[in-house]
């Protein structure tokens, strides 16, 4: 194969790639009325943004969505992703009131956020049938999420915190807070 048919076939394949994120985007983001997104936006392969009628999304800019990360607004809800968040592979947020995650906030690979729980008082219905309570959840700016920890409803993780990897976070943090285990306990604060 000669230098001129190689340059075409990798441009030809360049652009396929480019074309095929451009379609996804397409699909995912600039045709749903119901996500507001800025600039440099950037949506893996395998990313998907469920945002269906009731509900909305805001994306602000440089925040990447990597592959197989899920993010699912549900009806009703409201969720917004300040510039330069990042959820890691696998990552999940599902979201059933309203969260506004701050700048530079990255959730690790696997990480999981949600603001609701099914109810399970009566015990002559099945928990799926019962209706979803909404806690107020929080996530502040520049807050790490290690791999494989989860913020679940009723938490509130404010600005700087770390959760270490595993942790299960389920009450009120102070900023800078460090975060580890199940449930999660503060094992230091990285501003004292
Ligand atoms: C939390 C972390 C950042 C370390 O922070 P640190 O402030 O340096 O904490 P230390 O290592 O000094 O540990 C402080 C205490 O927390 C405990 N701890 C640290 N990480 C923990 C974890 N993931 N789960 C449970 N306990 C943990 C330590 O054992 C120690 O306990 P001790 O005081 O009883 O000995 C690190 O352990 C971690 O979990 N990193 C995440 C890595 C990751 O997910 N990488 C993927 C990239 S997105």
Redesign the pocket.
């Known amino acids: 194969m000669g230098v001129l048919s190689l340059v075409a076939k990798a441009w030809r394949v360049g652009l396929l790639r480019t074309a095929g994120m451009v379609a996804r985007y397409a699909v995912q983001v600039a045709l749903n009325p119901r996500i507001q997104a800025a600039s440099f936006v950037q949506l893996q392969p395998r990313a998907r943004l469920v945002v269906p009628k009731g509900a909305s999304l805001r994306i602000g800019k440089g925040v990447v969505i990597k592959n197989d990360g899920v993010i699912l607004v549900n009806p009703g809800a409201r969720l917004t992703l300040d510039d330069h968040f990042s959820l890691?592979h696998h990552g999940e947020i599902t979201v059933g009131g309203t969260i506004a995650i701050g700048d530079y906030t990255?959730m690790?690979?696997c990480t999981y956020l949600t603001d609701c729980n099914h109810r399970f008082e009566p015990t002559n219905v099945p928990i799926i049938c019962q209706p979803m309570e909404v806690k107020p959840t929080s996530i502040g700016r520049d807050v790490w999420m290690?791999?494989g920890s989860m913020v679940l409803p009723g938490a509130v993780v404010p600005d700087g915190c770390?959760v270490?990897?595993?942790?299960i976070v389920t009450r009120a943090h102070q900023p800078g807070d460090?975060i580890?285990?199940t449930p999660g306990r503060t094992?230091?604060n990285r501003f004292e």
């Open positions: 890691g990255t690790g690979p290690g791999r770390v270490a990897a595993g942790a460090v580890a285990g094992v230091r």
